[in-house]
């Protein structure tokens, strides 16, 4: 049975029909739908549209309704147009005539809106659970490798000494603002449109106070025709997604680039590599590689949806039917990459060996730099002093520590004296004590700021 149609003498159209249809993926809805619908009957009674019995007998069906779902037994047919006329087809199959009274005053409008936002909530506590497993796994490995030093690096070129553990953290840290990001998305998005109408309002004296409280809201829309015609909080949660994406996306290539034959400094554990199927001795990134991947499939979701919504008239429009893909794709990549990626950082290897064996002198130019300003040099007369040594020990074809002492000498007298000294990589780690940099202190600060984050 539809839920519109009085007006209409004919049948639709097949194609139509078909293209008219949201059945096919808002059966997903059905929790939410069903929730949502419990709470209204309750609220319909407190109206005094629904007797008590009545209310029992709704309240009784669409509980059966939720087993059907659950336990895969639900028969979904085209005709049913959309979540919301399969549960009410279905509860007039158990229930007889008096399912009709459910949807007194409800439009499908604030019902979708409504819908969308409980799932929105239900999919921000699974996404923020699956990061927070993510964090675990990079705490886990920083405390594993704190005392490992590597290379850092801008525009992928060799900068400065930093402990592994202090890589693994830049990862950590992005994962937070991501969680803090669905929290504020989701502050903005608990508010009930149900009462909304088709955009009007109800006018059969429905609480919505009291069905907010009863959902879970912390309070209901203000104005009726926003309400039905709001999808922001899918855009902001499918930015959130996407920006996942990004920072999923970094990491792998990160992991990409360490784990190669040229680098050698990750070694993914084989549950999460896989082969060639002509070249037997290839061992392949494929996890981070369908991570780095899939961030463009996020992004594309949430172009897709602000293209929809750009051009909107006020109110309800179909084309919101097209809000829904995008949100349970999003969700769906993001549960489905983030055990991945964490499974992989979790249980990955990482050579300190040939970590340390990448360090090299020129690294520590800075360092060198920092020495001449603590001896009364200005630093621009510093950076260019230094940067001359460097081009000197280039052209000879040396390390830099292996320079002529006369040339260092020239530079400045004193220097000459430390410049032995100043070839220590965890020298210049521990030189780095402000708050949030490499030196040991710094870094155990670190790792309990975030251990707290997860608190």
């Given at each position: 049975m539809r839920l519109w149609g009085g007006r209409f003498e004919g049948q639709p159209n097949e194609h139509m029909e078909r293209f008219n249809a949201s059945i096919g993926?808002?059966?997903r809805l059905y929790e939410a739908d069903i929730e949502g619908s419990a709470a209204y009957a309750e609220a319909l009674a407190d109206a005094g549209l629904l007797t008590t019995d009545e209310r029992d007998a709704i309240q009784r069906g669409l509980g059966q309704i939720l087993e059907e779902f659950e336990q895969g037994r639900f028969d979904l047919r085209l005709s049913d147009e959309d979540i919301h006329t399969a549960v009410?087809?279905?509860?007039?199959?158990?229930i007889g005539p008096v399912a009709g009274k459910l949807h007194t005053g409800r439009s499908r409008n604030d019902q979708v809106a409504t819908d969308l936002r409980i799932y929105a909530r239900m999919a921000i506590?699974?996404?923020d659970e699956a990061l927070v497993e993510l964090q675990r796994a990079l705490i886990a490995q920083a405390e594993r490798y704190r005392?490992?030093?590597?290379?850092?690096?801008?525009?992928?070129q060799r900068a400065q000494p930093?402990?592994?553990a202090h890589w693994l953290l830049a990862h950590f840290w992005p994962l937070q603002r991501d969680r803090e990001?669905?929290?504020d998305c989701r502050r903005r998005l608990n508010l009930l449109p149900l009462g909304a109408g088709a955009l009007a309002g109800n006018a059969l004296g429905i609480n919505r106070e009291l069905l907010a409280r009863t959902l879970g809201f912390d309070g209901v829309t203000p104005n009726s025709m926003d309400a039905v015609s709001d999808r922001d909080f899918v855009a902001e949660l499918l930015f959130c997604g996407a920006l996942i994406g990004v920072h999923l996306s970094r990491l792998a290539e990160d992991l990409i680039i360490y784990s190669t034959a040229e680098f050698g400094f990750v070694r993914l554990s084989d549950a999460y590599s896989t082969g060639s199927s002509l070249m037997p001795q290839k061992r392949n990134p494929d996890s981070m590689e369908l991570t780095r991947g899939k961030a463009g499939r996020l992004i594309g979701h949430l172009l897709g949806l602000l293209t929809v919504l750009k051009g909107l008239p006020s109110t309800y429009n179909k084309d919101l039917q097209e809000d829904k893909e995008p949100l349970f794709d999003t969700i769906d990549t993001l549960l489905l990459m983030l055990p991945v990626v964490s499974g992989a950082i979790a249980s990955l290897t990482i050579d300190t060996a040939r970590t340390q064996a990448a360090l090299d002198d020129a690294m520590l130019a800075?360092?060198?730099?920092?020495?001449?300003v603590r001896l009364g040099v200005p630093f621009r007369e510093a950076h260019h002093q230094v940067g001359a040594l460097v081009k000197a020990a280039e052209?000879?074809?040396v390390a830099l520590r292996a320079l002529p002492p006369e040339l260092v000498r020239d530079v400045h007298p004193a220097l000459a004296e430390r410049w032995a000294g100043l070839f220590d990589a965890r020298r210049s780690v521990e030189q780095r004590r402000v708050t949030g940099a490499t030196a040991a202190a710094a870094l155990q600060a670190q790792l309990e700021a975030a251990r707290a984050c997860l608190e």
């Open positions: 993926f808002d059966w009410e087809r279905r509860l007039h199959e158990l506590r699974r996404l005392d490992a030093l590597m290379p850092g690096y801008t525009h992928l930093v402990p592994v990001r669905l929290q800075t360092d060198i730099a920092d020495e001449l052209q000879r074809g």
